[in-house]
T-cell receptor
Framework: EAGVTQFPSHSVIEKGQTVTLRCDPI?????LYWYRRVMGKEIKFLLH????????ESGMPNNRFLAERTGGTYSTLKVQPAELEDSGVYFC???????????FGPGTRLLVL | AQSVTQLDSQVPVFEEAPVELRCNYS??????LFWYVQYPNQGLQLLLK??????LVKGINGFEAEFNKSQTSFHLRKPSVHISDTAEYFC??????????????FGQGTTLQVKP
């Protein structure tokens, strides 16, 4: 069974550009989470989907971040326009039920110059 | 709100020695507790979790943790570490019961460096 995959693994962009991160959860997992780790800080929750619906987006930093999960399968996280402070590692995780183990992807390392 | 504090950012230890990685949490509600490990260039992997029941939880790779409600701690232990245990370890909590959304609150991480 394939695990959670994320694309790209690395992205280097300039301030003001747009970047889209993609997450493919484990097949059948209705719950999909996005987290971010800024260098030197803890991993922080961004948002939670149940199928295609946003259940909790309390961790989204601002309106430059847009997450979607069309059809309840893969999810995208778009940052537009990117700022220097958006640099970090973006993790995606999925689970079958909320209480069950979250399986994490390898992360996307974003560097905004 | 919940918060997690991992008391050591780095823990160096010699191979075959015991190790304890400390984790304290703060919460006004009951929580579930987790330890995740991240090996270089990989995603986070669940080591163990406490949902209810016995306060001593055994996980993968010989790790165990003990939930201490009075001290609000969930320290991770291994009696004898191996070079392959070198990684970053994260303690995390989430609300328990009907208030659970799956949202994880993480500590800052502890890097375990196992030396030969």
């Amino acid at each position: 069974e394939a695990g959670v995959t994320q694309f790209p693994s690395h992205s280097v962009i300039e301030k003001g550009q747009t970047v889209t991160l993609r997450c493919d959860p484990i097949s059948g997992h209705d719950n999909l989470y996005w987290y971010r780790r800024v260098m030197g800080k803890e991993i922080k929750f961004l948002l939670h989907f149940v199928k295609e619906s946003k259940q909790d987006e309390s961790g989204m930093p601002n309106n430059r971040f847009l997450a979607e999960r069309t059809g309840g399968t893969y999810s995208t996280l778009k940052v537009q326009p990117a700022e220097l402070e958006d640099s970090g590692v973006y993790f995606c995780a999925s689970s079958f039920r909320r209480v069950e183990t979250q399986y994490f992807g390898p992360g996307t390392r974003l560097l905004v110059l | 709100a919940q918060s997690v504090t991992q008391l050591d950012s780095q823990v160096p230890v010699f191979e075959e020695a015991p190790v304890e990685l400390r984790c304290n949490y703060s919460s006004s509600v009951s929580v579930y507790l987790f330890w995740y490990v991240q090996y270089p260039n990989q995603g986070l992997q669940l080591l163990l979790k406490y949902l209810s029941g016995s306060t001593l939880v055994k996980g993968i790779n010989g790790f165990e943790a003990e939930f201490n409600k009075s001290q609000t701690s969930f320290h991770l232990r291994k009696p004898s570490v191996h070079i392959s245990d070198t990684a970053e370890y994260f303690c995390a909590v989430s609300r328990s019961g009907s208030g659970n959304t799956g949202k994880l609150i993480f500590g800052q991480g502890t890097t375990l460096q196992v030396k030969p």
